[in-house]
């Protein structure tokens, strides 16, 4: 057999550049295809890649097809992962809206314009954020749970929006991984307000860099199911890596600066909720189709992480904590992301998306009180129910689980018939507001989506809550009773979401 040849997109990036590294050491076996944005720095930084034989670059924009098309050409795999990222990604909500959806249509049509587009399989990576805020005892999570990006959180929207273009592209080969946090040694660099938008007593199931390239790789490889395709897996490096926030801001301030968090931050500097991350019920499954796991102890990964960190960490470690306390406290002031600037000029909406109400921002309790929290073990978790017989095979789910489904949703099922363990086939469906829609079994049971037109108008949560009981037993358990409108302070994302 000849070699295989790889798309990748994000290359310049932190996971794409790991895939890329992963790729080139099994050069053997892959052409490498690269579709690099032409700037300056990505220049610079393709330099090295730009004589290898096993190396095609092909400069261009994921948000012009004709570029998209020429990077295809040929592909037997597609790795996407570049687009719009935080801390960018935050400051930048049309440009990330634009990017992230147009470059999702763009790949599926360029695919869909080859010869053999059955043959080609497309990964997207979508993100932990489509789900949105978790707090205990909901911080136990799975795919299929439902969609729901944190307030204000316009990245979260647009990879919600792209992951269902390739899902419901009708692609033979299509599969959506969604990224937990990446730990990488430039993780430090990323001084920006909205590191104050995670709360303290949150989770995160951390992936490592290196097992996140070697994920993108080893999809490529021989032996991958076929199983394993027109699915939406959870990315992590597995129960090592399920932190609470307040253990990762101790890991990463002992191992760069010394200190520990309650030396360079007042508690209530950050936020109580709204941000996203969950401890994965389920991220074991990707792990046992693609072996991509390193398994390093964690303490160890972070203490290697401290070698690898840029000069200045050494001089920072001189420089008074007095000092730094000033400057983060001067970051959390920002006027448009600090979590103290919301509270200093009291924005409403901000304070009561992250905080519940200015009340219970003052209440927030010193570093003692605040870090002495205990959290539900995966034998304890509380899962959320999907509305159907989960324990029914697959290939045995029927009409009328679509059904329930549906009633589930506040909802129904429209269709009059369904082949038994069909989950490719659309049906057709219709919301709790009236709104009908057609979408495949698949994107509704195992990847938490509904109703497109709800979705375009977005945090409509306490409403949704009330005619939607899949959606409510996540929503309601730390809002019954809220009646927030977030509908005059956000930007019109209809023509970018249908």
């Given at each position: 057999m000849g070699k295989k040849r790889v798309l990748l997109t994000g290359a310049t990036g932190v996971m794409g550049g790991a895939g890329l590294q992963e790729l080139l050491a099994r050069s053997e076996r892959y052409d490498i295809t690269l579709l690099v944005r032409p700037s300056r720095k990505n220049h610079r930084k393709m330099k090295a890649y730009a004589s290898m034989e096993s190396v095609r670059i092909v400069w261009g924009d994921l948000c012009k097809y004709e570029d998209v098309v020429r990077a295809v050409e040929g592909a037997d795999y597609v790795l996407h992962v570049g687009g719009m990222v935080s801390p960018a990604a935050d400051h930048h909500p049309k440009a990330t809206l634009k990017v992230n959806i147009t470059a999702a249509r763009n790949i599926v049509r360029a695919v869909k314009a080859q010869p053999n587009p059955d043959n080609v399989k497309v990964v997207y990576i979508g993100s932990v954020a489509q789900t949105g805020d978790r707090p205990s005892p909901l911080h136990w999570a799975r795919t299929g749970d439902p969609i729901a990006p944190s307030i204000f959180d316009y990245y979260a929207?647009?990879?919600?929006?792209?992951?269902?273009?390739?899902?419901?592209?009708?692609?033979?080969?299509?599969?959506?991984?969604?990224?937990?946090?990446?730990?990488?040694?430039?993780?430090?660099?990323?001084?920006?307000?909205?590191?104050?938008?995670?709360?303290?007593?949150?989770?995160?199931?951390?992936?490592t860099v290196e097992d996140s390239g070697r994920l993108l790789a080893n999809i490529c490889e021989e032996g991958v199911p076929e199983s394993f395709w027109c699915k939406f897996y959870n990315i992590g490096s597995g129960a090592e890596y399920r932190l609470t926030n307040y253990r990762f801001e101790q890991l990463l301030l002992k191992n760069s600066l010394g200190l520990p968090p309650e030396k360079l931050f007042a508690s209530n500097m950050f936020a109580t909720r709204n941000f996203h991350g969950q401890w994965y019920l389920d991220s074991d499954h990707l792990e046992e189709i693609l072996h991509f796991r390193a398994n390093i102890p964690v303490e160890e990964y972070f203490a290697g992480l401290s070698k690898q960190l840029p000069w200045f960490f050494a001089l920072a470690k001189y420089v008074p904590a007095c000092i730094m306390r000033l400057f983060l406290r001067y970051l959390a002031h920002h006027k448009l992301f600090g979590t103290l600037g919301w509270i200093h000029r009291n924005d409403k909406a901000h304070i009561a998306a992250y905080f519940g109400s200015r009340e219970e921002w003052e209440s927030i309790p010193d570093w003692k009180s605040l870090a002495d929290f205990t959290l539900a073990s995966e034998a304890e978790a509380v899962r959320l129910n999907h509305g159907y017989d989960e324990q029914k095979p697959l290939e045995e789910l029927t009409l009328e689980d679509m059904r329930q489904a549906a009633a589930f949703r506040g909802?129904?099922?429209?269709?009059?018939?369904?082949?038994?363990?069909?989950?490719?086939?659309?049906?057709?469906?219709?919301?709790?507001?009236?709104?009908?829609?057609?979408?495949?079994?698949?994107?509704?049971?195992?990847?938490?989506?509904?109703?497109?037109?709800?979705?375009?108008?977005?945090?409509?949560?306490?409403?949704?809550a009330k005619r939607n009981p899949f959606f409510a037993q996540l929503w309601l358990p730390h809002h019954k009773g809220e009646q927030n409108d977030y509908s005059n302070c956000v930007l019109d994302i209809t023509d970018y979401v249908k």
């Open positions: 929207i647009s990879k919600c929006r792209a992951e269902r273009i390739f899902a419901e592209s009708g692609l033979k080969h299509w599969v959506s991984l969604r990224q937990s946090g990446i730990l990488y040694a430039g993780i430090l660099r990323n001084i920006d307000p909205i590191m104050f938008h995670v709360p303290i007593r949150e989770v995160l199931e951390w992936a909802g129904e099922c429209l269709s009059r018939e369904m082949t038994t363990g069909d989950m490719a086939t659309p049906l057709e469906w219709r919301c709790a507001c009236g709104h009908h829609f057609t979408t495949t079994p698949t994107v509704v049971l195992l990847g938490g989506h509904w109703c497109p037109e709800c979705f375009a108008k977005p945090w409509q949560y306490d409403a949704e």
